[in-house]
């Protein structure tokens, strides 16, 4: 655990302190100085991104949500690319595998809309170890799978998995400056999906040919053993999680509000604070819409190649990865864009970008959906699966600005949208199992109506682009605080010149 860091102080408030050299113990703690450059007037966040540093507190904060992440999207798909073995196996129709792609994702939502207002009182550190040890407990027990319900009920469980997004992206919103939030939101966001590419590659493609060697060709008991290999990962990335990092760049909350320096915060009233906000329900179907369309993507694609194109499993899950792959550069680089386009436009350049990406995404589905030759659709899902991401970016560019009061509250009902889309997607391809093309088109059009929703955001202190002004807002953050007398009045940390209207908690 870290000490609270003594900083040199900026020469005028609001100017980044300079960074000094990394003078970190190999046990990760620090001599009293940040390896960053910092702004104490936005409580000592990172105004840079050293991607080669692990330094704590930010870097080390940055790089662990990432993998995090990475390893939970890894084992939340861990059994997507072995679905047709499972289905052979166990004797089920294509509407129950996606009956059971439904459930992986449904357990996610009521998470995510939790552990918003957990991190905003407790930090992203501790649930985020805690989440990976407890996922990969069913992880490691898929092989136990013996009929339809065994596998739902493994595969809801091993969706709060998916909920480790939220404290991804509260954890680098607590690290870095609001210059800079939306690339390094959208970095950790697309480093960890790429989990979705890659389980694809190393259990479909690796992993399982190895075991079926293992298990002279036995590919019962290959499927059934495998998945003990990502979840004895993950399990071993919580403990390291929670033993060696930080919850915020002073230290960790526990510690801060036992030495006064940070007050109790009401996850209840963090919660009610995002919920109120309309900003926050208009960012939620957007979110629907595009991660909610790649966790959909990492359910189909592999199934989609085998039938349409009848690939072997090795093959369709090898180009199945190309579209979680992308994530190595495409959401950074929706961040990127948005943070860009916000230092020329203000809000209205990232609401400018998530639309144009939303849009972009829409056409793309339409073209893939249409791809009768395998050449054309591996092209198209590579395209298509960039502005997918992109726009998964540029939502988190924009979700920090939405309710100072309450931003853990806001990213956790945001990235609930996500999975909420993936059932709503799934429900359609169910009910399409032989007419997946169809499935894709309705997808496509509800993507393609999200993008126009970006007329109606109006957040307030910014100008849309047909609502509100911008004005001259404090940056820094503020926290909802339980009054210990009325139990229900909500006050805030900030000083009285801070202070800004409660933003309607």
Partial sequence: MATEP???????????????????????????????????EQDDKATELKLCSIARPHMRAFHYSWWSFFIAFFIWFAIAPLL??????????????????????????????????????????????????????????????????????????????????????????????????????????????????ATQLVMGTLLYPLFKVIWNGDTTMAWRTVTIVPAVVAFCTGIIVIRTSDDCPRGNYKELKRSGEMPEVSAAASFRGGA?????????????????????????????????????????????????????????????????????????????????????????????????NLAASIVMLTVFSIFVQGAEGSTYGIVPYVNRVSPGAVAGIVGAGGPTGAVSFGLIFRQLPEDPEKAFRIMAGVVLASGFLCLLFNIKGHRGLLFGKDTDFATKLQIPVENTETGGVIEDNTNDEDKVPDEGV
């Fill in 6 to 40: 003594e900083v040199a102080k900026a020469d005028e408030p609001g100017e980044p302190v300079p960074a000094v050299e990394d003078t970190q113990d190999d046990d990760g703690d620090d001599d009293g100085q940040y390896a960053l450059a910092v702004d104490p």
């Fill in 84 to 197: 047709p073995l499972i289905k052979e196996d166990l004797n089920l129709s294509s509407q129950d595998i996606w009956t059971t792609n439904i459930c992986a994702v449904a357990f996610d939502i009521c998470m995510r809309f939790v552990f918003g207002a957990v991190c905003d009182k407790y930090g992203a550190r501790v649930p985020m170890g805690c989440v990976l040890m407890a996922a990969s407990i069913p992880t490691a027990c898929i092989g136990l799978v013996n009929s339809l319900t065994g596998l739902i009920f493994v595969r809801l469980f091993i969706g709060l998995a998916g909920s480790t997004f939220v404290m991804c992206q509260c954890w680098t919103t607590r690290m870095f400056t609001k210059e800079i939030v939306g690339m390094a939101n959208g970095l950790v966001g697309g480093w960890g999906n790429v989990g979705g590419g």
């Fill in 276 to 372: 109120i906000d309309a900003n926050t329900w208009l960012l939620f179907i957007q979110y629907a819409c595009c991660f909610g369309v790649e966790l959909t993507v990492n359910n189909a694609a592999v199934s989609y190649f085998v039938k349409r194109f009848e690939l072997t499993i090795e093959s369709a899950s090898a180009i199945a990865s190309i579209f979680g792959f992308m994530n190595i550069f495409a959401r950074g680089l929706g961040g990127w864009s948005s943070d860009k386009a916000n230092a020329k436009m203000n809000m209205r350049g990232r609401i400018l970008v998530q639309a144009v990406l939303l849009i972009l995404e829409g056409v793309c589905i339409f073209i893939f959906a249409e791809m009768g």
